[in-house]
Protein backbone atom coordinates (compact mmCIF):
# COMPACT_ATOMS: atom_id res chain seq x y z
CA UNK A 1 0.00 0.00 0.00
CA UNK A 2 1.20 3.58 -0.94
CA UNK A 3 1.97 5.83 2.03
CA UNK A 4 -0.47 7.81 0.11
CA UNK A 5 -3.69 5.58 0.24
CA UNK A 6 -2.06 4.11 4.10
CA UNK A 7 -2.88 7.99 4.83
CA UNK A 8 -6.44 7.73 3.84
CA UNK A 9 -7.28 4.84 4.99
CA UNK A 10 -6.55 6.22 8.29
CA UNK A 11 -8.45 9.00 7.31
CA UNK A 12 -11.55 7.11 6.83
CA UNK A 13 -10.98 4.78 9.75
CA UNK A 14 -10.87 7.58 11.98
CA UNK A 15 -13.22 9.97 10.64
CA UNK A 16 -16.10 8.36 12.64
CA UNK A 17 -14.35 7.12 16.17
CA UNK A 18 -11.23 5.89 17.25
CA UNK A 19 -11.05 2.17 18.03
CA UNK A 20 -7.29 1.70 19.43
CA UNK A 21 -5.43 4.40 21.33
CA UNK A 22 -1.92 4.00 21.85
CA UNK A 23 -0.63 5.82 25.31
CA UNK A 24 3.25 6.81 25.38
CA UNK A 25 3.95 7.03 29.02
CA UNK A 26 2.84 4.74 31.59
CA UNK A 27 2.87 7.21 34.42
CA UNK A 28 0.20 8.84 36.39
CA UNK A 29 -1.69 10.16 33.41
CA UNK A 30 -0.54 7.27 30.70
CA UNK A 31 -2.05 4.88 33.46
CA UNK A 32 -5.31 6.61 34.60
CA UNK A 33 -6.03 7.05 31.06
CA UNK A 34 -5.70 3.32 29.56
CA UNK A 35 -7.47 2.09 32.74
CA UNK A 36 -10.72 5.02 31.34
CA UNK A 37 -10.06 4.02 27.97
CA UNK A 38 -10.44 0.75 28.53
CA UNK A 39 -14.01 1.16 30.68
CA UNK A 40 -14.92 3.04 27.46
CA UNK A 41 -14.37 -0.38 25.20
CA UNK A 42 -11.02 1.09 23.40
CA UNK A 43 -8.20 -1.50 22.67
CA UNK A 44 -5.43 0.25 24.49
CA UNK A 45 -1.71 0.12 23.40
CA UNK A 46 0.50 1.26 26.42
CA UNK A 47 4.52 2.40 26.08
CA UNK A 48 7.14 3.72 28.28
CA UNK A 49 10.71 3.63 26.85
CA UNK A 50 11.71 0.48 28.03
CA UNK A 51 10.97 -2.89 26.09
CA UNK A 52 7.45 -4.24 26.20
CA UNK A 53 8.67 -7.27 28.49
CA UNK A 54 9.92 -5.57 31.10
CA UNK A 55 6.28 -3.45 31.72
CA UNK A 56 3.99 -6.22 30.27
CA UNK A 57 3.66 -7.63 34.06
CA UNK A 58 3.17 -4.19 35.14
CA UNK A 59 0.40 -2.92 32.75
CA UNK A 60 -1.21 -6.50 33.39
CA UNK A 61 -1.70 -5.20 36.89
CA UNK A 62 -2.08 -1.68 36.70
CA UNK A 63 -4.03 -1.72 33.42
CA UNK A 64 -5.43 -5.04 33.02
CA UNK A 65 -6.18 -5.16 29.11
CA UNK A 66 -4.36 -2.92 27.86
CA UNK A 67 -0.85 -4.58 25.66
CA UNK A 68 2.25 -3.31 26.91
CA UNK A 69 4.05 -2.40 23.78
CA UNK A 70 7.49 -1.41 22.60
CA UNK A 71 7.90 2.63 22.07
CA UNK A 72 10.18 2.09 19.20
CA UNK A 73 8.04 -0.96 17.78
CA UNK A 74 5.54 1.80 16.12
CA UNK A 75 2.55 -0.29 17.70
CA UNK A 76 1.57 2.32 19.60
CA UNK A 77 2.20 5.35 17.42
CA UNK A 78 -0.32 3.30 14.74
CA UNK A 79 -3.45 3.73 17.20
CA UNK A 80 -5.98 5.74 15.81
CA UNK A 81 -5.16 8.07 18.37
CA UNK A 82 -2.39 8.55 20.15
CA UNK A 83 -1.90 10.06 23.27
CA UNK A 84 1.59 11.95 24.53
CA UNK A 85 1.59 11.47 28.43
CA UNK A 86 4.92 11.71 29.06
CA UNK A 87 7.34 14.27 30.78
CA UNK A 88 7.41 17.36 28.47
CA UNK A 89 11.14 18.29 28.92
CA UNK A 90 11.28 14.92 27.42
CA UNK A 91 9.59 15.64 23.82
CA UNK A 92 12.53 15.13 21.73
CA UNK A 93 12.81 11.53 22.52
CA UNK A 94 9.39 11.56 20.53
CA UNK A 95 9.87 9.40 17.17
CA UNK A 96 8.41 12.28 14.62
CA UNK A 97 8.90 10.02 11.48
CA UNK A 98 6.43 7.55 13.66
CA UNK A 99 3.81 10.29 14.48
CA UNK A 100 3.67 11.95 11.15
CA UNK A 101 0.06 11.99 9.38
CA UNK A 102 -1.59 10.43 13.63
CA UNK A 103 -3.90 12.76 15.70
CA UNK A 104 -1.87 13.34 18.69
CA UNK A 105 -3.44 14.34 21.88
CA UNK A 106 -0.87 16.48 23.53
CA UNK A 107 -1.48 15.95 27.46
CA UNK A 108 1.59 17.45 28.64
CA UNK A 109 2.25 20.58 30.39
CA UNK A 110 4.97 23.21 30.84
CA UNK A 111 4.90 23.21 34.78
CA UNK A 112 7.98 24.94 35.30
CA UNK A 113 7.50 25.43 39.02
CA UNK A 114 6.79 21.50 39.37
CA UNK A 115 9.12 20.19 36.66
CA UNK A 116 11.80 22.91 36.52
CA UNK A 117 12.66 25.29 33.82
CA UNK A 118 13.01 24.57 29.92
CA UNK A 119 14.61 26.60 27.63
CA UNK A 120 12.53 25.35 24.62
CA UNK A 121 9.42 26.45 26.67
CA UNK A 122 10.55 29.39 28.50
CA UNK A 123 12.07 31.40 25.40
CA UNK A 124 9.14 30.35 23.05
CA UNK A 125 6.60 32.86 23.13
CA UNK A 126 4.17 30.49 21.75
CA UNK A 127 1.86 27.58 23.75
CA UNK A 128 4.49 23.94 24.67
CA UNK A 129 1.41 22.44 22.53
CA UNK A 130 2.82 24.40 19.25
CA UNK A 131 6.65 24.00 20.26
CA UNK A 132 5.61 19.91 20.05
CA UNK A 133 3.86 20.34 16.75
CA UNK A 134 6.49 22.01 14.90
CA UNK A 135 9.14 19.18 16.35
CA UNK A 136 6.70 15.97 15.20
CA UNK A 137 6.18 17.74 12.10
CA UNK A 138 2.92 15.89 10.32
CA UNK A 139 1.41 15.08 13.17
CA UNK A 140 -1.92 16.13 13.52
CA UNK A 141 -1.62 17.52 17.23
CA UNK A 142 -4.72 18.50 19.82
CA UNK A 143 -4.13 19.99 23.08
CA UNK A 144 -6.39 18.19 25.49
CA UNK A 145 -6.69 15.99 28.84
CA UNK A 146 -4.13 18.25 29.96
CA UNK A 147 -6.33 20.28 32.65
CA UNK A 148 -7.35 17.52 34.66
CA UNK A 149 -5.78 15.52 37.31
CA UNK A 150 -4.88 12.08 36.63
CA UNK A 151 -7.04 10.74 39.75
CA UNK A 152 -9.79 12.71 38.47
CA UNK A 153 -9.75 11.18 35.35
CA UNK A 154 -11.15 8.12 36.83
CA UNK A 155 -13.31 9.71 39.26
CA UNK A 156 -15.22 13.12 37.59
CA UNK A 157 -16.41 10.79 34.55
CA UNK A 158 -20.42 11.18 34.45
CA UNK A 159 -22.91 10.18 31.03
CA UNK A 160 -23.60 12.47 28.60
CA UNK A 161 -26.20 14.77 29.04
CA UNK A 162 -25.99 15.25 32.83
CA UNK A 163 -25.95 19.21 33.44
CA UNK A 164 -23.01 18.64 36.22
CA UNK A 165 -20.86 16.75 33.66
CA UNK A 166 -17.40 18.26 34.04
CA UNK A 167 -15.99 19.59 30.71
CA UNK A 168 -12.81 19.39 29.06
CA UNK A 169 -10.91 21.70 26.47
CA UNK A 170 -9.66 21.05 23.52
CA UNK A 171 -7.30 23.30 20.88
CA UNK A 172 -5.79 22.14 17.41
CA UNK A 173 -5.48 23.35 13.81
CA UNK A 174 -7.13 19.98 12.27
CA UNK A 175 -10.94 20.06 12.11
CA UNK A 176 -11.20 16.41 11.42
CA UNK A 177 -8.27 15.72 14.46
CA UNK A 178 -10.56 17.55 16.62
CA UNK A 179 -13.94 15.79 15.77
CA UNK A 180 -12.28 12.35 16.60
CA UNK A 181 -10.70 13.57 19.89
CA UNK A 182 -13.98 15.02 21.10
CA UNK A 183 -16.13 12.05 20.38
CA UNK A 184 -12.62 10.08 23.03
CA UNK A 185 -13.63 12.70 25.41
CA UNK A 186 -17.35 12.00 25.44
CA UNK A 187 -17.12 8.42 25.58
CA UNK A 188 -14.35 8.47 28.78
CA UNK A 189 -17.28 10.47 30.43
CA UNK A 190 -16.62 14.02 29.59
CA UNK A 191 -18.05 17.18 27.71
CA UNK A 192 -15.48 18.11 25.23
CA UNK A 193 -15.37 21.99 24.77
CA UNK A 194 -13.59 23.30 21.51
CA UNK A 195 -11.17 26.70 22.24
CA UNK A 196 -10.48 27.17 19.05
CA UNK A 197 -6.99 26.47 17.07
CA UNK A 198 -4.15 25.35 18.75
CA UNK A 199 -2.23 28.47 19.84
CA UNK A 200 -6.13 28.82 22.29
CA UNK A 201 -4.70 25.84 24.06
CA UNK A 202 -3.26 28.96 25.95
CA UNK A 203 -6.29 29.44 27.90
CA UNK A 204 -6.08 25.99 29.44
CA UNK A 205 -2.25 25.55 30.19
CA UNK A 206 -0.75 25.49 33.95
CA UNK A 207 -1.52 28.81 36.46
CA UNK A 208 -4.65 29.66 34.49
CA UNK A 209 -8.69 29.55 36.03
CA UNK A 210 -9.13 26.23 33.48
CA UNK A 211 -6.39 24.68 34.67
CA UNK A 212 -6.66 25.19 38.25
CA UNK A 213 -10.90 24.55 38.48
CA UNK A 214 -13.07 22.16 37.32
CA UNK A 215 -16.16 23.02 35.27
CA UNK A 216 -19.13 22.18 33.13
CA UNK A 217 -19.31 22.79 29.40
CA UNK A 218 -21.42 26.53 30.02
CA UNK A 219 -18.47 27.63 32.56
CA UNK A 220 -15.79 26.42 30.05
CA UNK A 221 -17.16 27.82 27.21
CA UNK A 222 -17.50 31.57 29.06
CA UNK A 223 -13.97 31.17 30.64
CA UNK A 224 -12.05 30.48 27.20
CA UNK A 225 -14.35 33.52 25.56
CA UNK A 226 -12.95 35.31 28.30
CA UNK A 227 -9.27 34.39 27.66
CA UNK A 228 -9.04 35.04 24.44
CA UNK A 229 -8.13 39.18 24.47
CA UNK A 230 -4.85 37.69 26.42
CA UNK A 231 -4.74 34.23 24.21
CA UNK A 232 -4.54 37.24 20.97
CA UNK A 233 -2.08 39.60 22.88
CA UNK A 234 0.46 37.11 23.59
N1 LIG B 1 0.03 14.14 36.95
C1 LIG B 1 -1.11 14.69 36.52
O1 LIG B 1 -2.13 14.72 37.25
C2 LIG B 1 -1.18 15.27 35.13
C3 LIG B 1 -2.44 15.65 34.62
C4 LIG B 1 -2.54 16.07 33.30
C5 LIG B 1 -1.39 16.13 32.51
N2 LIG B 1 -0.18 15.80 33.03
C6 LIG B 1 0.99 15.82 32.14
O2 LIG B 1 1.15 14.49 31.64
C7 LIG B 1 2.54 14.20 31.45
C8 LIG B 1 2.89 12.94 32.23
O3 LIG B 1 2.69 13.18 33.61
P1 LIG B 1 2.76 12.00 34.68
O4 LIG B 1 2.45 12.63 35.98
O5 LIG B 1 1.98 10.84 34.20
O6 LIG B 1 4.34 11.63 34.58
P2 LIG B 1 5.09 10.35 35.17
O7 LIG B 1 4.25 9.71 36.22
O8 LIG B 1 6.46 10.81 35.50
O9 LIG B 1 5.17 9.33 33.93
C9 LIG B 1 5.89 9.61 32.77
C10 LIG B 1 5.97 8.35 31.91
O10 LIG B 1 6.52 8.69 30.63
C11 LIG B 1 7.42 7.64 30.24
N3 LIG B 1 8.27 8.16 29.16
C12 LIG B 1 9.24 9.10 29.19
N4 LIG B 1 9.72 9.32 27.95
C13 LIG B 1 9.03 8.50 27.11
C14 LIG B 1 9.01 8.28 25.70
N5 LIG B 1 9.83 8.94 24.86
N6 LIG B 1 8.14 7.37 25.19
C15 LIG B 1 7.30 6.69 25.98
N7 LIG B 1 7.25 6.87 27.32
C16 LIG B 1 8.10 7.76 27.87
C17 LIG B 1 8.08 7.27 31.57
O11 LIG B 1 8.67 5.99 31.54
P3 LIG B 1 10.22 5.76 31.15
O12 LIG B 1 10.99 6.94 31.70
O13 LIG B 1 10.51 4.44 31.79
O14 LIG B 1 10.22 5.69 29.66
C18 LIG B 1 6.86 7.25 32.48
O15 LIG B 1 6.15 6.01 32.34
C19 LIG B 1 3.31 15.42 31.92
O16 LIG B 1 3.67 16.19 30.80
C20 LIG B 1 2.31 16.17 32.80
O17 LIG B 1 2.51 17.57 32.79
C21 LIG B 1 -0.04 15.34 34.32
Not at 104 to 114: E, G, L, Q, R, T
Not at 157 to 166: F, H, I, S, V
Not at 188 to 199: E, H, P, Q, S, T
Request: charged content about 20%; proline content about 4%.
Amino acid sequence: MSSQSAMSSQSARTSQHATTIGILGAGRVGTALARQALKAGYQVRIATRQPAAENALLVDIVTPGAVAVAVQSSQAAASDLVVLAIPLHKYRTLNPGELAGRIVIDAMNYWAPVDGVFDDFESDPRTSSEVVEEFLQGARVVKSLNHIGYHELEEDDKPAGMPTRRALALAGDDAQAKAVVESFIDRLGYDAVDAGFLAAGRSFEPATEIFTGSHTANQLRALIQKARPLAAAA
